[in-house]
């Protein structure tokens, strides 16, 4: 069974500054991790997402994660936050294609002026 | 031109009663899905469909019934409401089982049950 851990439940940045939101997997299997992202009353948007090849992926609105294996981690970064970043970040795992996706508990995050 | 649309947006509803929410995607997708988003923002799978047929039956009363008359089409009706169903009811699609592919979804139906 996968499952998925995002550390830091709330996190604020001040506008600019660098952006890390942390999600940690567990999976019997090669996993497929996603970043969504939901803006307040709105659905989910896929960020990006890793299935194979290039460990280091790049998503829409600036943002990229890496696939490290060793450390079963998939953490998303932005280089400069800015104020329309804010809103609710969930990483999600999947086994195959087809498959239900498996999403952490997701992190508010917060972009102060 | 919306992907997945799910009607209503909002549900109010009292205890007790039967109600249905419709989703419908234009992608062209094999597999829907209808996730349950709980008050702490908790995503959790209830149902899967590949062309119509069930594949995915989570630890959900059997007062949901997902219903597919069709790949496009993946309807959900509760009865006999419960003050604990209300939440958020996202449905999402997928490409079919040959390339890992995300998950578009729906904006959402917010369902209160009073």
């Known amino acids: 069974a996968q499952s998925v851990t995002q550390l830091g439940s709330h996190v604020s940045v001040s506008e600019g500054a660098l952006v890390l939101l942390r999600c940690n997997y567990s999976?019997?299997?090669?996993?497929?991790l996603f970043w969504y992202v939901q803006y307040p009353n709105q659905g989910l948007q896929l960020l990006l997402k890793?299935?194979?090849?290039?460990?280091l992926v790049k998503g829409i609105n600036g943002f990229e994660a890496e696939f490290k294996k060793s450390e079963t981690s998939f953490h998303l970064t932005k280089p400069s936050a800015h104020m329309s970043d804010a809103a609710e970040y969930f990483c999600?795992?999947?086994?195959?294609?087809?498959?239900?996706?498996?999403f952490g508990t997701g992190t508010r995050l917060a972009v102060r002026p | 031109d919306t992907a997945v649309s799910q009607t209503p947006k909002y549900l109010v509803t009292q205890m007790g009663n039967d109600k249905s929410i419709k989703c419908e995607q234009n992608?062209?997708?094999?597999?829907m899905y209808w996730y349950k988003q709980d008050s702490k923002k908790f995503l959790k799978i209830m149902f899967s469909?590949?062309?119509?047929?069930?594949?995915i039956n989570e630890t959900v009363p059997n007062r949901f019934s997902p219903k597919s008359p069709d790949k496009a089409h993946l309807n959900l009706h509760i009865n006999s409401l419960e003050l604990g169903d209300s939440a958020v009811y996202f449905c999402?699609?997928?490409?079919?089982?040959?390339?890992?592919?995300?998950?578009?979804f729906g904006q959402g139906t917010r369902l209160t049950v009073v």
């Open positions: 999402a699609s997928s490409q079919g089982r040959v390339l890992v592919t995300e998950a578009f």
């Open positions: 999976s019997s299997v090669p996993p497929y």
């Open positions: 890793y299935t194979t090849g290039a460990t």
């Open positions: 999600a795992v999947t086994k195959s294609s087809g498959d239900k996706l498996t």
């Open positions: 992608l062209g997708h094999d597999t």
């Open positions: 469909y590949n062309n119509k047929e069930l594949i």
